[in-house]
């Protein structure tokens, strides 16, 4: 079992949503955040300033799920998130011990999906 | 000389400040609250900029157009371009116990909100720049005409008998009408139909709509242009029909949708306002409860089963709210109107009279067509020179970090 | 017939859309920062609903029950049902220089305000149907006798000599004790005392504190029905009621809590506010500094000691600011009120007139007792009927999804 | 005996209530927005808590010594403490057809705002403590004296002739001048120039300026003391200069920071009514436009470049805003003052009186020079006894927990 | 040592909190997430559209832990969360590598309670 | 690859982003929580009561780095957000299996800066 976390540009989130649909991954938790990347922040104007802060929003996806949904997860969320700009995010792998649904007490593998 | 009157001149003053504030913070917040969290400055600066370019503009020629001498019944000439002539004594044609100029000032605040009605439609993806000139073009070309017609001395409609008490087609009609046209010439926002757009802050949207509401007293009951009985009518009408129209939106809700909603009250209390706009100094109380529950009724038709059918993106219903309230309103007036309210008016066919209703129809068609026509003139005008839609990309990033770049909320502390 | 005064007219007008805005965004602003974020929509709707149905409750029934002609010096008679006879002609009995349907608007949103304040008792936990339901029966069979007995021509309490210049019993006490009862009868919210339920937006709540006192100047002033020196003497005592509250409270809190708050100091406003209403066209601006500080006072001991005490839950402290403060101010009338200010009114115990302090002491009690019987009587019928609470599955996931199906704010873009 | 006039009286009385409107909510939100959200409900409890004291401040001693009987044209005396002799009759020396206590509790709310604005250039770092104290003695010796001489019946500078129709240089400069001064005193915040401070809410920022410009119109129109033609001169140039100078500000930015951005639009429209101020009874509707494009232009300069060449930390720009606007205002009443306009006024340079422009220069001189000195004075006096700065670690905490201990927003439901 | 990571509904929040706090374990970090599991969206009304949204709001625990604690922790949520109704929830049990505590510095086990 | 997980003071946010910067660490995503720990909660006062709430606002930063970057990383956080006072946070450290660059489809190590 593995947890993906993605973490992309917002108004990509419905198009990554989709993408992950297509490819029958249904749950995930989804949160937002402020990124710092390579990808300078937006400059705002305040009273005739200039201020480009560095801290950019972004959404984070957090999915959950086993080794064979790994690849097209990642390739479902690129699919949908991907401008070829600065900017598009990350996605990060991790493995994950153990999975529990709350709801019925299950599991392990089965727990997850 | 006229005599200016302390009192209908405190009230109409008063009266003009409540027009003011329906504009900003009102209509903008009540725009404000619905739309993306990424677009709600930019929804809001579209009513702050239409106070300011149009107060302007009704100061050098939109008021001249609008109540300035008469030329062939169809338009003011620009004989007060700049407010000569237009001084503190008071103009008997308009209102003989206030300043000419306070009449003047009283209506800017109707020039200024009825382009800031339109912006509803094209919320969420028209180019600031375009909206500017298109605001300032509409207000001339479309706003300034249909105005002298009905409320001008001199103006075509008026001859005819029409009654607008407050302006259900000076105000609700021709913005409403042009928000459609805006919708159809604009197209949907990317994504609209599929992806949800629930409004961002609902607080703010009841906000605007109870400080319109507030406002609307101003609007309504100042168009007696005195502080007399004929005001204190309309007041009451206004409040009346605003009331039964959101009661009205809220059950027909509960009983179509499962659940009364809090933007179905807001809705349904704009919609009974805009709907007894033209009707409110010449009806009776119990009329409006009626036409209040009319506008409900309709306006949800127009909202929630019309658009859906048709599929145009009237981003914030501004034509299925005032286009249709205002329609409906307009033709109210010549079934309800009754001469013991307002003898100055005039009786409607459930008062015996049929050809008010007529005049009432014409006043409506009038309106529509023109406000069609030249809408989509203007449009395609601004198109052709700046554009109107911001880009695909500007669109999804959100129009407050595109068009003005800044953002309206932080995350952190 | 009495002529009609345009500058009196012009400041009841106004008056009467300031006090439209206490309501609508001013309670609903004020109670809705207090609740979760889960019920606001739900809070902000009961007052926005309250502005409806009363609306229309007054118009057909409410005002001829509470000023029509007097039936037993207990109520009015239902000769004015659907405002019939109530014109444009001033109605000397009430208010000789402004139109008499004025005079009935104004009125209105006092009864409009009256239920709306309860809503802070049963906040985050009526059902809404339930909440229309007693709101309409409460408004017409609480409000519209107390109304009668109190300012009805004939009214018994006032013709024994009440002195209640705004409504401090009117609408403070009689809506303070219905609070308390609702609080009693529908029972705690699930987890109060345990949980924390901190504010979720104290800006909006200042933001409604703020207009509170804003429209109080039309509550209050407007109550002289005039734009009179009385009116001008009401807007000052208001004032000085409200700031002396507000830094009372806060000094109290600094001393007792450790710091002054910006929610304690908008609470100490509103308590002031409630307090100096029966009393502001009656004392002097330095007597209402002293029944501004006395306001806070006993309040606080009210929400802060009291209320832990005796661990009711009256959420928003409805009882423990209105209530309370209503009690304070009548029986402040009663000891400061001063024939030099009013020669209308009459002297209070300190200046020599021990009788009026008993006749206010009587209008509490009766206010207090009446309140409370007819209060307890029809929420045991809605329970019967309707039920009162929403389920405790809908009370956690909150009233706003499971009442109205609809959400505040967004979480992302 | 004068007779009061109840027109007057209508429009006094809800100018008043316009002008405390645009204390709370209008500055608390306008600078509320502003700050970061830690520091929000302490923002908003400064206009907040000003209000309080100063109406408490004024009926004691404020009026007295502002408008009390003159002492060698420089203060006025106590005799009018605590209101003594200040009744509903009129006093022809400020206001023939009102109460005399209408016109007190109408100056009271420009007392009340004077010291709100200056708030803005400490924000988000100083003690409450400290601001309540500051704020009275500022008051008391910096506002009252000022107010007397310009507007005081036998102030020095009202002898001499200044124009000051409603405060330009009473309220804008005296606060604007002492927000520099509490800027340079106090110093920066921790961070400033290298952390990220953007507003927390601009809705909120604009709805503060919506309601400030509406409010506004209570302020200069309301200087006429009387719903008259000269109100709606007022009324007329306070709209247009705000619009004027809202769109130059927006049109400037476009063109050097490359977008027009709302907070530009609402910055410059409180620019162009500080400005307009001190002129709106003096000039026509087209210097009007003249004025609010150069109040834009030259509050621009300040606020942008200037500010940052300099590097004080005005956290919200009262002197760039208020001091700069201020000075501005009363200069081009110099220049462009009309007897068309304001026969009770004077001409301008522009209308071939060169000395009224020297005896502006000299009000703007004098109040520059008082209001610094003072402030500086009164600083360094409650620096020593009480402290200014709250510490650093309070200040990283943010106020509103630190200094309230309560937070405006709650994060989960 | 683990990382335990629990997704529940806000209105379970409170129990979940009670429950971790019978079972010793007081540490813990919250916030607001989007949750797209099984379960529908809420309906909500807009002028009398139904929109039924795929993204509902829950809360996200993290608790980091010491491995004795796993079950511990686990079960407390459990018995916090759970009403057995779709949209209870998942918990994901994650390895740590090492924890420190900023305030002193300390590094692994010890640094985690 | 690691994941590096802090949570800091809020305040301190400024301070760190400060520290990592020059230990060249530039990437990182960062989001509010609520934090619970040995910390006793801000006392707010409401209408004169009193009440500790035990939920403490915090910044959780994430950062995705190399091996070799782990320690300069949490001396960096360390560097910024230490106080010695209770309520200072905790760091993180947890195994990255993978990690994508959205915008190249890169992945890996080479993906991570
Ligand atoms: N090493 C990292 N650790 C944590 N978050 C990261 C890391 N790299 C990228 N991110 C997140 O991804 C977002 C996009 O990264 P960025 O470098 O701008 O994208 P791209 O690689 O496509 O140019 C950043 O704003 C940040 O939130
Ligand atoms: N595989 C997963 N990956 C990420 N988040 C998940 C996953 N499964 C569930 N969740 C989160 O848990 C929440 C509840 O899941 P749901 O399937 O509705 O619960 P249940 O299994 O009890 O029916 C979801 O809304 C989502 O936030
Ligand atoms: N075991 C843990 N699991 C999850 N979050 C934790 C854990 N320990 C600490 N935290 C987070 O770190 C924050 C600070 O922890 P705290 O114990 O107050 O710091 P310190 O150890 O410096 O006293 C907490 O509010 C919480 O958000």
Redesign the interface.
């Known amino acids: 079992m593995k947890l993906v976390i993605a973490v992309i540009q917002p108004h990509k989130l419905e198009a990554v949503l989709k993408e992950l649909d297509k490819a029958e991954i249904h749950l995930k938790t989804v949160s937002n955040v402020l990124g710092c990347g390579r990808q300078k922040g937006k400059t705002e104007i305040y009273r005739g300033h200039k201020e480009t802060g560095n801290l950019i929003k972004k959404v984070r996806l957090e999915i959950a799920v086993n080794e064979q949904f790994v690849e097209p997860t990642i390739k479902a969320i690129v699919a949908g998130a991907q401008t070829k700009q600065i900017g598009d995010g990350k996605i990060f792998v991790m493995s994950l011990d153990d999975c529990v649904r709350i709801r019925t007490g299950e599991r392990g593998g089965v727990a997850i999906g | 000389m006229p005599q200016?009157?302390?009192?209908?001149?405190?009230?109409i003053?008063?009266s003009?400040?409540?027009v003011?504030?329906m504009t900003?913070?009102g209509l903008?917040?009540f725009y404000?609250g619905l739309v993306?969290?990424?677009n709600?400055?930019?929804t809001?600066?579209q009513s702050?900029?239409v106070?300011?370019?149009i107060?302007?503009q009704w100061?050098l020629w939109g008021y001249s157009l609008s109540f300035g001498p008469d030329k062939g019944h169809i338009i003011g000439s620009l004989a007060w371009f700049?407010?000569k002539g237009v001084?503190?004594v008071p103009n008997p044609d308009y209102a003989p116990t206030i300043?000419h100029?306070?009449f003047?000032?009283y209506q800017?605040m109707f020039a200024v909100i009825t382009p800031g009605l339109i912006t509803g439609a094209f919320a969420e993806r028209m180019k600031?720049s375009s909206f500017l000139i298109f605001s300032l073009l509409w207000a001339t070309f479309v706003y300034d005409p249909i105005c002298h017609w009905i409320w001008g001395s001199g103006g075509w409609l008026r001859n005819m008998g029409a009654l607008d008490f407050a302006g259900g087609a000076v105000v609700h009609i021709s913005s409403g009408i042009a928000a459609l046209v805006c919708a159809l010439v604009l197209g949907k926002r990317r994504?609209y139909g599929t992806?949800?757009m629930?409004?961002?802050?609902?607080?703010?949207t009841?906000?605007g709509a109870?400080?319109l509401?507030?406002g609307w007293?101003?609007f309504n009951?100042g168009s007696a242009l005195?502080?007399?009985?004929l005001?204190?009518?309309a007041?009451?009408t206004t409040?009346?029909a605003?009331?039964?129209a959101?009661?009205t939106w809220?059950f027909?809700?509960w009983k179509?949708?499962?659940?009364?909603?809090?933007?179905?009250?807001?809705?349904g209390?704009v919609a009974g306002l805009a709907t007894i706009t033209p009707a409110s100094g010449f009806v009776s109380?119990?009329s409006a409860?009626v036409i209040g529950i009319a506008a409900a009724g309709v306006c949800?038709l127009a909202?929630?089963?019309v658009k859906?059918k048709l599929a145009y993106d009237d981003s914030l219903?501004a034509f299925g709210v005032h286009g249709i309230g205002g329609i409906v309103g307009v033709l109210a007036t010549g079934l309800f109107a009754s001469k013991l309210i307002n003898p100055a008016g005039n009786d409607g066919l459930f008062f015996g009279n049929l050809a008010q209703l007529k005049t009432q129809a014409i006043v409506v068609g009038v309106t529509v067509l023109y406000s069609a026509a030249v809408t989509f003139v203007l449009l395609k005008l601004v198109e052709v020179f700046v554009g109107l839609k911001v880009t695909e990309e500007e669109e999804?990033?959100?129009l407050d970090?595109t068009?003005?770049?800044?953002?309206?909320?932080?995350?952190?502390?």
């Open positions: 200016i009157n302390s009192g209908d001149t405190a009230w003053l008063m003009t400040a409540l003011m504030l900003i913070p903008a917040f404000g993306r969290r990424k709600v400055l930019a809001i600066m702050f900029a106070l300011c370019v107060s302007l100061i700049g407010l001084s503190i300043p100029s306070l003047m000032v800017m600031f994504g992806d949800p629930p409004p961002h802050n609902l607080a703010f009841v906000l109870a400080l509401w507030f007293f101003g009951a005195a502080a007399n009985g005001a204190v009518n007041f009451i409040n009346t605003a009331a039964a959101a009661l809220m027909v809700e179509m949708a499962g659940k009364p909603t809090m933007l179905g009250g807001a809705t209390a109380p119990i409860i949800y909202v929630a089963v859906a219903d999804v990033m959100g970090i068009q003005h770049e800044e953002s309206a909320y932080t995350l952190l502390d």
